[in-house]
Protein backbone atom coordinates (compact mmCIF):
# COMPACT_ATOMS: atom_id res chain seq x y z
CA UNK A 1 0.00 0.00 0.00
CA UNK A 2 1.20 3.68 -0.52
CA UNK A 3 1.01 5.82 1.97
CA UNK A 4 1.95 9.34 1.77
CA UNK A 5 3.62 10.70 4.90
CA UNK A 6 5.56 13.74 6.64
CA UNK A 7 9.14 12.06 7.34
CA UNK A 8 10.52 10.56 10.36
CA UNK A 9 6.91 9.52 12.29
CA UNK A 10 7.53 7.89 15.19
CA UNK A 11 6.58 4.00 16.28
CA UNK A 12 4.95 4.26 19.25
CA UNK A 13 2.92 7.62 20.95
CA UNK A 14 1.37 8.58 24.29
CA UNK A 15 -2.12 8.30 24.98
CA UNK A 16 -4.08 9.41 28.41
CA UNK A 17 -6.57 6.36 28.91
CA UNK A 18 -8.94 6.36 31.53
CA UNK A 19 -8.56 2.98 33.59
CA UNK A 20 -11.50 3.20 35.99
CA UNK A 21 -13.20 6.10 37.37
CA UNK A 22 -11.60 8.94 38.39
CA UNK A 23 -7.89 6.82 37.21
CA UNK A 24 -6.18 8.36 34.13
CA UNK A 25 -2.77 7.57 33.55
CA UNK A 26 -0.54 8.42 30.25
CA UNK A 27 0.79 5.20 28.63
CA UNK A 28 2.58 4.04 25.02
CA UNK A 29 0.84 2.65 22.57
CA UNK A 30 2.08 1.89 19.00
CA UNK A 31 1.70 4.06 16.31
CA UNK A 32 -1.44 3.59 14.92
CA UNK A 33 -1.92 2.13 11.67
CA UNK A 34 -4.14 3.97 8.72
CA UNK A 35 -6.74 2.25 6.37
CA UNK A 36 -6.66 3.05 2.59
CA UNK A 37 -9.21 5.76 2.98
CA UNK A 38 -7.91 6.84 6.29
CA UNK A 39 -5.70 9.49 7.57
CA UNK A 40 -4.06 9.87 10.35
CA UNK A 41 -3.32 13.03 12.48
CA UNK A 42 -0.92 14.52 15.18
CA UNK A 43 -3.50 15.91 17.51
CA UNK A 44 -2.80 19.35 18.57
CA UNK A 45 -5.59 20.41 20.48
CA UNK A 46 -8.66 18.73 22.28
CA UNK A 47 -11.29 20.50 24.28
CA UNK A 48 -12.38 18.82 27.07
CA UNK A 49 -16.41 17.99 27.10
CA UNK A 50 -18.83 17.51 29.49
CA UNK A 51 -19.39 13.77 28.26
CA UNK A 52 -15.74 13.44 28.76
CA UNK A 53 -16.06 14.26 32.13
CA UNK A 54 -19.03 12.21 33.25
CA UNK A 55 -17.12 9.27 31.86
CA UNK A 56 -14.26 10.44 34.30
CA UNK A 57 -16.22 10.62 36.95
CA UNK A 58 -19.05 7.52 36.45
CA UNK A 59 -17.93 5.41 33.92
CA UNK A 60 -20.81 5.70 31.96
CA UNK A 61 -23.33 8.06 30.23
CA UNK A 62 -26.82 6.30 30.05
CA UNK A 63 -25.95 3.27 28.07
CA UNK A 64 -22.78 3.75 27.06
CA UNK A 65 -20.64 1.91 29.77
CA UNK A 66 -16.48 1.92 30.06
CA UNK A 67 -16.35 -1.57 30.09
CA UNK A 68 -12.32 -1.53 29.35
CA UNK A 69 -9.70 1.33 29.56
CA UNK A 70 -11.08 3.87 27.57
CA UNK A 71 -8.45 7.23 25.65
CA UNK A 72 -10.86 10.25 26.48
CA UNK A 73 -11.72 13.42 23.74
CA UNK A 74 -13.37 14.07 20.87
CA UNK A 75 -13.08 17.89 20.46
CA UNK A 76 -9.69 17.86 18.20
CA UNK A 77 -7.50 19.56 15.44
CA UNK A 78 -4.76 18.62 14.31
CA UNK A 79 -2.04 18.46 11.32
CA UNK A 80 -2.16 15.53 8.42
CA UNK A 81 0.94 13.13 9.35
CA UNK A 82 -0.05 10.55 6.76
CA UNK A 83 -2.57 9.44 4.18
CA UNK A 84 -3.66 5.98 2.98
CA UNK A 85 -3.62 5.41 -1.21
CA UNK A 86 -7.46 6.30 -1.56
CA UNK A 87 -7.44 8.94 0.78
CA UNK A 88 -6.73 11.78 -1.86
CA UNK A 89 -8.27 14.76 -0.19
CA UNK A 90 -5.12 15.84 1.88
CA UNK A 91 -1.54 16.07 2.23
CA UNK A 92 0.57 15.43 4.79
CA UNK A 93 1.28 18.89 6.60
CA UNK A 94 -2.61 20.16 6.17
CA UNK A 95 -4.27 21.63 9.25
CA UNK A 96 -7.54 20.41 9.78
CA UNK A 97 -10.72 19.66 12.21
CA UNK A 98 -11.88 16.54 12.83
CA UNK A 99 -15.28 15.54 12.72
CA UNK A 100 -15.61 12.36 15.65
CA UNK A 101 -18.71 10.24 13.97
CA UNK A 102 -17.64 7.94 11.56
CA UNK A 103 -20.49 6.66 10.00
CA UNK A 104 -21.66 4.12 7.76
CA UNK A 105 -22.92 5.76 5.19
CA UNK A 106 -25.51 3.35 3.83
CA UNK A 107 -28.50 3.29 6.50
CA UNK A 108 -31.53 5.05 6.31
CA UNK A 109 -30.40 7.72 8.43
CA UNK A 110 -27.18 8.31 6.62
CA UNK A 111 -28.82 8.33 2.88
CA UNK A 112 -31.76 11.14 4.26
CA UNK A 113 -28.57 13.35 5.10
CA UNK A 114 -28.80 13.00 8.92
CA UNK A 115 -26.05 10.70 9.50
CA UNK A 116 -26.09 11.50 13.12
CA UNK A 117 -28.79 9.19 13.88
CA UNK A 118 -26.78 6.47 12.03
CA UNK A 119 -26.62 3.22 14.64
CA UNK A 120 -23.30 2.05 13.55
CA UNK A 121 -21.64 5.26 14.23
CA UNK A 122 -18.04 5.04 15.86
CA UNK A 123 -18.26 8.35 17.32
CA UNK A 124 -14.42 8.93 19.70
CA UNK A 125 -14.26 8.34 23.02
CA UNK A 126 -18.31 6.84 23.53
CA UNK A 127 -17.22 3.26 24.25
CA UNK A 128 -15.78 1.24 23.02
CA UNK A 129 -14.20 3.56 20.73
CA UNK A 130 -10.89 5.38 21.74
CA UNK A 131 -10.26 8.96 21.56
CA UNK A 132 -8.19 11.33 20.71
CA UNK A 133 -6.45 12.11 23.75
CA UNK A 134 -3.28 10.75 22.17
CA UNK A 135 -0.73 12.14 20.11
CA UNK A 136 -1.55 10.69 16.99
CA UNK A 137 -5.25 9.28 15.69
CA UNK A 138 -6.26 7.31 12.81
CA UNK A 139 -9.53 8.98 10.92
CA UNK A 140 -11.42 8.19 7.54
CA UNK A 141 -10.71 11.30 5.29
CA UNK A 142 -14.31 12.66 4.67
CA UNK A 143 -14.53 13.28 8.84
CA UNK A 144 -11.43 15.84 8.10
CA UNK A 145 -12.10 19.64 6.95
CA UNK A 146 -9.06 21.96 6.27
CA UNK A 147 -8.93 24.80 8.60
CA UNK A 148 -6.70 27.86 7.27
CA UNK A 149 -3.75 29.73 9.14
CA UNK A 150 -5.74 32.14 10.49
CA UNK A 151 -7.53 29.65 12.64
CA UNK A 152 -5.64 28.54 15.51
CA UNK A 153 -6.01 24.24 16.58
CA UNK A 154 -7.85 25.55 19.46
CA UNK A 155 -10.26 27.30 18.07
CA UNK A 156 -10.73 24.21 15.35
CA UNK A 157 -11.52 22.20 18.14
CA UNK A 158 -14.21 24.07 19.34
CA UNK A 159 -15.84 23.69 16.04
CA UNK A 160 -17.33 20.31 17.91
CA UNK A 161 -19.49 22.40 20.86
CA UNK A 162 -19.75 24.45 18.14
CA UNK A 163 -22.19 22.04 15.61
CA UNK A 164 -24.24 21.46 18.50
CA UNK A 165 -25.30 25.03 18.24
CA UNK A 166 -25.31 25.09 14.76
CA UNK A 167 -27.57 21.99 14.57
CA UNK A 168 -30.13 23.05 17.46
CA UNK A 169 -30.10 26.08 15.19
CA UNK A 170 -31.05 24.70 12.54
CA UNK A 171 -33.16 22.45 14.21
CA UNK A 172 -35.10 25.44 15.46
CA UNK A 173 -35.44 27.42 12.02
CA UNK A 174 -33.95 30.18 13.68
CA UNK A 175 -34.32 33.70 11.55
CA UNK A 176 -32.51 36.49 11.46
CA UNK A 177 -34.38 39.37 13.31
CA UNK A 178 -36.02 36.81 16.42
CA UNK A 179 -35.43 36.47 19.83
CA UNK A 180 -34.07 33.42 21.46
CA UNK A 181 -33.87 32.15 25.50
CA UNK A 182 -30.38 29.65 26.07
CA UNK A 183 -30.45 27.84 29.27
CA UNK A 184 -27.11 26.82 30.73
CA UNK A 185 -23.99 28.43 29.75
CA UNK A 186 -21.40 25.98 29.63
CA UNK A 187 -19.35 25.46 26.46
CA UNK A 188 -22.18 24.46 24.52
CA UNK A 189 -24.51 27.13 25.51
CA UNK A 190 -21.88 29.61 25.01
CA UNK A 191 -21.46 27.99 21.70
CA UNK A 192 -25.03 28.09 20.84
CA UNK A 193 -24.89 32.15 21.51
CA UNK A 194 -22.17 32.18 18.97
CA UNK A 195 -24.53 30.11 16.62
CA UNK A 196 -27.36 32.48 17.36
CA UNK A 197 -25.35 35.56 16.78
CA UNK A 198 -24.46 33.78 13.07
CA UNK A 199 -28.13 32.87 12.34
CA UNK A 200 -28.86 36.74 12.89
CA UNK A 201 -30.87 36.47 15.96
CA UNK A 202 -31.44 39.96 17.06
CA UNK A 203 -31.84 39.34 20.65
CA UNK A 204 -30.32 36.64 22.57
CA UNK A 205 -31.18 36.37 26.24
CA UNK A 206 -29.11 33.87 28.58
CA UNK A 207 -29.62 32.27 32.14
CA UNK A 208 -26.77 30.19 34.40
CA UNK A 209 -25.99 30.86 38.08
CA UNK A 210 -22.27 31.48 37.14
CA UNK A 211 -20.54 34.92 37.20
CA UNK A 212 -18.26 33.62 34.81
CA UNK A 213 -20.24 32.19 31.86
CA UNK A 214 -22.43 35.03 31.93
CA UNK A 215 -19.71 37.47 31.75
CA UNK A 216 -18.67 35.27 28.59
CA UNK A 217 -21.93 34.83 27.09
CA UNK A 218 -22.37 38.72 26.83
CA UNK A 219 -18.92 38.98 25.20
CA UNK A 220 -19.80 36.61 22.57
CA UNK A 221 -22.90 38.78 21.76
CA UNK A 222 -25.83 37.82 24.10
CA UNK A 223 -27.74 40.97 25.12
CA UNK A 224 -28.99 40.16 28.71
CA UNK A 225 -27.29 37.81 31.09
CA UNK A 226 -30.00 36.47 33.90
CA UNK A 227 -28.12 34.98 36.75
CA UNK A 228 -30.88 32.50 38.26
CA UNK A 229 -29.31 33.29 41.99
CA UNK A 230 -30.65 36.61 41.62
CA UNK A 231 -33.37 36.39 39.60
CA UNK A 232 -36.57 34.57 38.26
CA UNK A 233 -35.22 33.65 34.70
CA UNK A 234 -38.69 33.43 33.74
CA UNK A 235 -39.88 36.33 34.96
CA UNK A 236 -37.04 38.45 33.13
CA UNK A 237 -37.81 36.87 29.80
CA UNK A 238 -41.25 38.06 30.01
CA UNK A 239 -40.10 41.42 31.19
CA UNK A 240 -37.27 41.55 28.04
CA UNK A 241 -39.93 40.62 25.72
CA UNK A 242 -42.87 42.84 26.53
CA UNK A 243 -44.95 40.01 28.58
CA UNK A 244 -44.85 37.83 24.99
CA UNK A 245 -41.93 35.64 25.26
CA UNK A 246 -39.09 34.48 23.13
CA UNK A 247 -39.87 33.27 19.48
CA UNK A 248 -37.18 30.07 20.24
CA UNK A 249 -35.27 28.62 22.94
CA UNK A 250 -32.51 25.79 23.99
CA UNK A 251 -31.79 23.89 26.86
CA UNK A 252 -28.33 23.26 26.67
CA UNK A 253 -27.83 22.08 30.74
CA UNK A 254 -29.87 18.99 30.80
CA UNK A 255 -31.42 20.52 34.00
CA UNK A 256 -35.17 19.80 34.34
CA UNK A 257 -35.78 22.90 35.85
CA UNK A 258 -34.19 24.41 33.13
CA UNK A 259 -36.19 23.04 30.66
CA UNK A 260 -39.59 23.70 31.95
CA UNK A 261 -38.21 27.15 32.17
CA UNK A 262 -36.95 27.36 28.40
CA UNK A 263 -40.55 25.83 27.66
CA UNK A 264 -42.74 27.91 29.09
CA UNK A 265 -40.47 30.94 28.29
CA UNK A 266 -41.72 30.75 24.85
CA UNK A 267 -44.37 32.81 22.72
CA UNK A 268 -47.20 31.37 20.89
CA UNK A 269 -46.35 29.36 18.41
CA UNK A 270 -42.40 29.65 19.81
CA UNK A 271 -39.55 26.51 19.22
CA UNK A 272 -37.62 24.49 21.67
CA UNK A 273 -34.59 22.79 20.74
CA UNK A 274 -33.74 20.42 23.98
CA UNK A 275 -29.79 19.80 23.42
CA UNK A 276 -28.88 18.87 27.39
CA UNK A 277 -29.54 15.22 28.47
CA UNK A 278 -30.97 15.12 32.11
CA UNK A 279 -30.06 12.52 34.40
CA UNK A 280 -33.26 10.89 34.66
CA UNK A 281 -35.62 9.79 31.47
CA UNK A 282 -38.91 11.20 32.90
CA UNK A 283 -39.17 15.44 32.87
CA UNK A 284 -42.36 16.68 33.72
CA UNK A 285 -43.57 19.46 31.29
CA UNK A 286 -47.03 21.67 30.78
CA UNK A 287 -48.59 19.55 28.27
CA UNK A 288 -51.74 21.87 28.24
CA UNK A 289 -49.22 25.00 27.18
CA UNK A 290 -47.37 22.77 24.46
CA UNK A 291 -50.65 21.81 23.05
CA UNK A 292 -51.98 25.79 23.60
CA UNK A 293 -49.77 27.38 22.49
CA UNK A 294 -48.61 24.95 19.23
CA UNK A 295 -45.23 24.73 20.12
CA UNK A 296 -42.75 22.83 18.50
CA UNK A 297 -40.31 20.83 20.27
CA UNK A 298 -36.90 19.54 18.91
CA UNK A 299 -34.59 17.14 20.13
CA UNK A 300 -30.83 18.20 19.53
CA UNK A 301 -27.94 14.92 18.83
CA UNK A 302 -25.01 15.74 18.49
CA UNK A 303 -24.90 17.26 14.64
CA UNK A 304 -24.67 17.15 11.00
CA UNK A 305 -23.13 18.98 7.58
CA UNK A 306 -22.31 21.52 10.06
CA UNK A 307 -18.53 21.16 10.08
CA UNK A 308 -17.84 23.33 7.17
CA UNK A 309 -20.33 26.08 8.08
CA UNK A 310 -18.90 25.93 11.40
CA UNK A 311 -15.14 26.40 9.85
CA UNK A 312 -16.49 29.32 7.89
CA UNK A 313 -18.23 31.31 10.58
CA UNK A 314 -15.29 31.15 13.43
CA UNK A 315 -12.67 32.19 10.54
CA UNK A 316 -14.96 35.09 9.99
CA UNK A 317 -13.97 36.27 13.78
CA UNK A 318 -17.86 36.49 14.40
CA UNK A 319 -16.71 36.26 18.10
CA UNK A 320 -13.86 35.79 19.89
CA UNK A 321 -13.91 31.84 20.28
CA UNK A 322 -10.51 31.73 21.82
CA UNK A 323 -11.59 33.48 24.97
CA UNK A 324 -13.44 30.74 26.48
CA UNK A 325 -10.12 28.86 26.95
CA UNK A 326 -9.13 29.54 30.34
CA UNK A 327 -6.96 26.23 31.37
CA UNK A 328 -4.58 24.69 29.17
CA UNK A 329 -2.52 21.27 30.31
CA UNK A 330 -0.16 18.74 28.17
CA UNK A 331 -1.42 15.45 27.75
CA UNK A 332 0.58 14.25 30.97
CA UNK A 333 -1.76 16.29 32.73
CA UNK A 334 -4.70 14.72 30.97
CA UNK A 335 -6.65 13.56 34.34
CA UNK A 336 -5.72 17.17 36.24
CA UNK A 337 -7.80 18.51 33.50
CA UNK A 338 -10.71 16.51 33.82
CA UNK A 339 -10.64 17.29 37.14
CA UNK A 340 -10.33 20.75 36.77
CA UNK A 341 -13.23 20.32 34.27
CA UNK A 342 -15.08 18.60 36.93
CA UNK A 343 -14.98 20.61 40.39
CA UNK A 344 -14.11 24.15 38.99
CA UNK A 345 -17.38 25.49 37.69
CA UNK A 346 -17.02 28.90 39.22
CA UNK A 347 -13.37 29.49 37.48
CA UNK A 348 -13.13 27.58 34.23
CA UNK A 349 -14.62 28.03 31.01
CA UNK A 350 -13.42 25.29 28.67
CA UNK A 351 -10.32 23.25 29.51
CA UNK A 352 -7.76 22.31 26.86
CA UNK A 353 -5.54 19.26 26.00
CA UNK A 354 -2.66 19.15 24.19
CA UNK A 355 -1.13 16.15 22.97
CA UNK A 356 2.26 17.33 21.81
CA UNK A 357 3.10 20.19 24.08
CA UNK A 358 1.38 23.12 24.44
CA UNK A 359 2.48 25.69 22.08
Not at 239 to 254: K, M, N, P, S
Request: proline share 8%; aromatic share 6%.
Amino acid sequence: MSVQALPRLPKTIRAAILNRPMEVETIELPMPEIGPDEVLVKVMAVGVCGSDVHYYEHGRIGPYVVEAPLILGHECAGIVAAAGEKATRFRPGDRVAIEPGVVCGRCDACKSGRYNLCPSVKFLATPPVHGAFAQYIAMREDFLFPIPDSLSFEEAAMNEPFSVGIHAAKRAGLQPGTTLAVMGMGPVGLMAVVAAKAFGVAEIIVADLEPIRLEAALRLGAAHAINIRERDPLAEIKRLTGGAGVDAAFETAGNPKALQTALLSLKRGGKLSIVGLPPQDGIELNVPFIADNEVDIYGVFRYANTYPQGIAFLSSGIADVASLITDRYPLEKAGEALERARTNKSGSLKVMVYPNGIE
